[in-house]
């Protein structure tokens, strides 16, 4: 059995470019001309590429027996603590179930006037500035939403270091931007340390001074023992504080920006989803009842997937559609590259908020959270934040783009994303209505 081909790419840099760019559709591309297993170069990073439908099956069906996250992840669970990246088997399932408590949709609806408070007054604050970079904005408010919904608590003050040290341990960890010693200066053990201390202290609080309301993730870390009843270490509690910032503030904000950009690009769908937002206050049960919005999420979850693929190495090599994957390769499954396969997703190019997600969710050719026993466990949050962070923009604002006709341009830091070019301009919209939003 032979090795997977090599997709051709320049000297030194191999792939590296276009994997900085539009990674998705760089994977889309490569599959088509490659095939579902193919090698990759991205400076000196080597991996295996595999894609389609299959790939999503193997994932779901074999990665378990076969694969391992610790290389991928490996350094967030060493630097945050958060080991359910790494975790397999029996304790993996155990701790997934009690992060999954602290991360849903109940816990959300507790918290519903205050997610909704804090977005209004953001859209607000927008409509002050003469042009606004999109994704900045907009990871500034998932981090917003994340920290009322998930801890009762605000973490702005600590923002600019959450993102800064999170994505240069991506950068470091999963992308190989950097050399691991970067992981050792000073300004990033800083970083670090002060992280860890925000972490620390909100538990502290929360022990203290207990909130006998809807228990939140705090609450959950606190309580939590492991699948033999032993209480967690204190690193792994401040991990599961903090799980909601990292996997959540980019990935949130990537698919806003999308969805925005969505909006400006499709007058049709942008009529629509207005329409259905209405003037009335957005209430938790009214989220249920807005098909157009939905389809909004999960369409720009298709086309522009934030974060399309699943990185591993492999424990025992395996045969795929015919070549030889062997152990100790890097592997990237490309899970969203079905997306953009006209045999799942008829018309694959065309924006089209009205498809039927069901059937391609089950079959796992719709993979934006990828598949499998990683699969994403804000998913759920995700889809309802995206709804009503949409619906309330809508309502307040009147966005247009601050250079109008200057396309796309995807770039991957550290997923991808509409990038800094990507600016706005907004204008308030007159509210004729009250703004209680309770459910
Ligand atoms: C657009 C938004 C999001 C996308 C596209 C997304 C995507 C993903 C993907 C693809 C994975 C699997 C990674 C892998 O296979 O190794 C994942 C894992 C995870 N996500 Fe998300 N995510 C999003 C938002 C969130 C949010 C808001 C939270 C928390 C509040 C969250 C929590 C998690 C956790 C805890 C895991 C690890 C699960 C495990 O390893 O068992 N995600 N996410």
């Given amino acids: ?66 694969f391992s996250s610790e290389e991928s992840f490996g350094g967030l669970n060493r630097e945050f ?23 849903s949709r109940d816990l959300l609806a507790a918290r519903w006037d205050e997610v909704v408070a ?20 907009f990871q500034r408010l998932a981090a917003a939403q994340l920290s009322v919904a998930l801890t009762g608590a605000s973490s702005a003050a600590r923002f600019e270091t959450l ?42 609080e ?48 990537y698919l806003y920006s999308f969805m925005l950009h969505a909006l400006l690009a499709n007058p049709g769908v942008r009529q629509r989803v207005t329409a259905e937002a209405g003037s009335e206050p957005l209430t938790f049960d009214r989220l249920r009842h807005m098909p157009a919005l939905h389809g909004l999420v999960l369409e720009t979850l298709r086309v522009y997937p934030p974060a399309p693929g699943s990185a591993r190495t492999v424990t025992r090599a395996f045969d795929f559609e015919g070549f030889r994957v062997e152990e100790g390769r890097r592997v990237l499954v490309a899970t969203s590259v079905p997306h953009q396969l006209p045999e799942h997703f008829p018309d694959p190019a065309r924006f089209d908020i009205d498809r039927d997600f069901a059937a391609a969710r089950k079959a796992s050719v719709y993979a934006p959270f990828s598949v499998g026993s990683h699969t994403c466990l804000g998913a759920g949050m995700t889809e309802v934040l995206a709804v009503a962070t949409m619906a309330l923009l809508v309502q307040r604002l009147t966005v247009t783009a601050a250079r109008p006709g200057r396309p796309l341009r995807v770039t991957a830091t550290p997923g991808p994303n509409p990038g800094k070019r990507f600016r706005v301009r907004a204008e308030g919209r007159p509210l004729s209505t009250p703004s209680r939003h309770s459910r």
């Fill in 163 to 204: 993102r800064w040290a999170f994505e240069l341990v991506l950068d470091v960890t999963i992308a190989g931007k950097w050399p691991p010693l970067v992981l050792q200066r000073p300004a990033y053990k800083r970083a670090r340390a002060e992280i860890l201390a925000f972490a620390r202290d909100a538990l502290a």
């Fill in 81 to 103: 603590g958060m080991r359910v990246h790494v975790l397999r088997g029996r304790p993996h399932r155990h701790l997934r179930k009690v992060l999954a408590t602290g991360l």
């Fill in 1 to 66: 059995m032979t090795l997977p081909p090599a997709a051709p790419g320049i000297p030194v840099l191999g792939n590296a470019l276009r994997m900085m760019g539009d990674v998705q559709q760089f994977f889309v591309d490569t599959y088509r001309e490659m095939g579902p297993v193919y090698r990759v170069k991205a400076l000196n990073q080597a991996f295996v590429i595999m894609a389609g439908e299959r790939a999503n099956r193997f994932l779901l069906e074999r990665g378990d027996e076969v």
């Fill in 118 to 137: 804090e977005t209004t007054r953001t859209f607000d604050s927008w409509a002050q500035r003469r042009e606004l970079p999109v994704v900045d904005g």
């Fill in 206 to 253: 929360r022990a203290a001074h207990p909130t006998g309301c809807t228990p939140d993730l705090l609450d959950r870390a606190l309580a939590a023992v492991d699948e033999n009843g032993d209480p967690y270490p204190l690193d792994v509690r401040a991990g599961m504080a903090l799980q909601g910032y990292f996997a959540g503030i980019n990935t949130l904000a």
